[in-house]
T-cell receptor
Framework: QKEVEQNSGPLSVPEGAIASLNCTYS??????FFWYRQYSGKSPELIMS????GDKEDGRFTAQLNKASQYVSLLIRDSQPSDSATYLC??????????FGKGTTLSVSS | DGGITQSPKYLFRKEGQNVTLSCEQN?????MYWYRQDPGQGLRLIYY???????QKGDIAEGYSVSREKKESFPLTVTSAQKNPTAFYLC?????????FGPGTRLLVL
């Protein structure tokens, strides 16, 4: 059974701090990795994708991938209250559906 | 506007009734997916289709059926055999390795 594991949280950080979200996956054949943000009652929206080892930065967001450790993370710099949401990690093998973790709830306090 | 639409936003099902959830996309994506999300849970795959007139069962297909007669449309029927249908249903389409989600349909049982 292919699995994606996330700490459910809640992860609480003060405004302006760095939030660090982590995810591990079981299938070494996984090739694509995604972070989605989901506000309460809404559908997931893509915020980052990463395909190769290392870091990928987009604005305040940095995704980090380590395939040897089967680990992917998301860093949010200068966290804002509007970043408060559930963050879903998803993993894909080529041509198949995504496998999702259960999500980590982030709360940013002002 | 390009995107994925789902209707209705809320749907109520009576015992023993079949109901159909609509999913339409004008993004010209080949692959489409249906997921189910229960409170505090990640997304679980119900069915997916990579091309017109072809679809495959996901992890939790029992009690559900789909059709893919047109590239733009991938309706999901929740049959009376699905004994616990209350959930948030999400449709997605895929470009490359990335999936994009519609706004979702919340199904409730009367």
């Amino acid at each position: 059974q292919k699995e994606v594991e996330q700490n459910s949280g809640p992860l609480s950080v003060p405004e302006g701090a760095i939030a660090s979200l982590n995810c591990t996956y079981s299938d070494r054949g996984s090739q694509s990795f995604f972070w989605y943000r989901q506000y309460s009652g809404k559908s997931p929206e893509l915020i980052m994708s990463i395909y190769s080892n290392g870091d990928k930065e987009d604005g305040r967001f940095t995704a980090q991938l380590n395939k040897a450790s089967q680990y992917v993370s998301l860093l949010i710099r200068d966290s804002q209250p509007s970043d408060s949401a559930t963050y879903l990690c998803a993993v894909n093998q080529a041509g198949t559906a995504l496998i999702f973790g259960k999500g980590t709830t982030l709360s940013v306090s002002s | 506007d390009g995107g994925i639409t789902q209707s209705p936003k809320y749907l109520f099902r009576k015992e023993g009734q079949n109901v159909t959830l609509s999913c339409e996309q004008n993004l010209n994506h080949d692959a489409m997916y249906w997921y189910r999300q229960d409170p505090g849970q990640g997304l679980r795959l119900i069915y997916y289709s990579q091309i017109v007139n072809d679809f495959q069962k996901g992890d939790i297909a029992e009690g559900y059926s789909v059709s893919r007669e047109k590239k733009e449309s991938f309706p999901l029927t929740v049959t009376s055999a699905q004994k616990n249908p209350t959930a948030f249903y999400l449709c997605a389409s895929r470009l490359g390795e990335t999936q994009y989600f519609g706004p979702g349909t919340r199904l409730l049982v009367l």
